[in-house]
């Protein structure tokens, strides 16, 4: 059996150091339509200088590492268990390297643990079997700050006008936008689930930020509901940091999924404008990190 | 960017207004979630004894509280093994978790700046009328630009709570950040709060 720890400690580094292009690229396009001297262009000044250090220096981008969630595409006859092993070993020694905080914390007892390893669900990995001889690797890395800004609503919610339609989520979507204020560090990215029950719509509303920022959605109801909502949201004004701005969120995903006749849930996870996910894709002896 | 020295005195403190950029030089500590908590019970509240080296530690934040600023920040840090410790990475942390300590901290050690993200609400800002003080904003996950202004790691107390959560006594050197909170009830947050609110009523009128 491969033994790819050493690739995992390197798709962790490059996925805490350095942005995806697509993510900088969103970055840079709203910096231009700040006002010069105003304190949402300096935070885009900051935010874009930031992210060129800490990939020439393999620094993490945030201090906050938070949740390294894996998503694990694997071909049959793969075994989980052994990957299982060798991603808890790469979180470990990423995390003597500085790559990763430690991040850890036993709710009950209160002590962190100082590796990054916790229960099975920390770091998460999620297996799914494929066709094929590939295995796809995504990670994300979500922050704490964007974590606490996540919402889900229950439709319909009557003090937001909000019935069981697409209307009724972009209301809810709008409503958690405004409450999250700058507090997920803003301009984030929305995942937004609509459906599903209240524990396979969080999970899908993560899965579904591994979307590049200006890819719609494949369902052309939801692919202009995205646009209206980046739009909408970004007419609320609150900005980078919550300083006041143009730009509030960098983009919206939607995914729509199956629900209960008794249930309506819209499940949004916010990222961080630092929106670090990256892809490994292992054929044979062959490793890329894109 | 004004440059500022620490410790602070009143007089610059009620000089600073929302929207100065500021850079600061000097010493200051970290303190998040658990050293909130750690000081309001222990020293404040005194809801619970002071306990191993409690009294110790309070000792020797206490005089870098006063006049100073704490850093909302959980750092990336290396040297953990050999003790030469190094800010790798050091953005703010989101500070409204603070609200219902920050104000009693500040009071109780003459504390007149809190660093962090996302800003506070009411009572900081009261007290930040009271102390006088200011909160301060740094640019959220801009942790490895910040970083370099971390000139020396001086020391660590109450380690055993973690790394993110254990106050780091540092020495910075034009630190970054904005006043967006100030000490005559001017708070960018509430301003914010409200012109969105009116945005986000207007796009749920249609």
Redesign the interface.
Known sequence: MQDLTEQFVELIRRTSTDLPPDVEAALQRAQQTEAQGSAARGSFDTILQNVHMAREKSAPICQDTGTPIFYVRHPQGRSTRQLREQIRAAVVESTRRSYLRPNAVDSVTDQNSGNNLGDSAFPTVHFEEVEGDELVVDLLLKGGGCENVGAQYSLPNSSLGAGRDLEGVRRVVLDAVHRAQGQGCAPGVLGVAVGGDRGSSYYASKEVLFRKIGEASPDPKLAALETRLTEEANQLGIGPMGFGGKTTVLGVHLTGMHRLPACFFVTMSYMCWAHRRRRMTVRGEQVEIA | MRAITLPFSDEVIRSLKV?D?VGLTGVMITGRD?AHKWMIDTFVKKSRPAQGDDAAAYAAIQPLLAGGAIYH??????GLDTHDYRF????P??S?REEPYQGDVMRHFHLQAVIG???MGPKTLAACGEVPGVYL?A??????????TVTRVLGVYKLE?????AMWVIEVKDF?A?V?MDAHGGS??A???I???A??ER??SV
Do not use: D, R, W, Y
């Open positions: 929207g950029p658990t920040c959980g750092p990336v840090v290396a790798v990475a050091a953005g942390t989101t409204i993200k996302g800003g904003h640019i959220g996950g801009a942790a490895t630009l910040i970083a370099q709570f973690g790394v993110p959560e970054p904005v967006t960018l947050h301003q914010v709060e012109e969105s609110k945005a986000l796009l749920l």
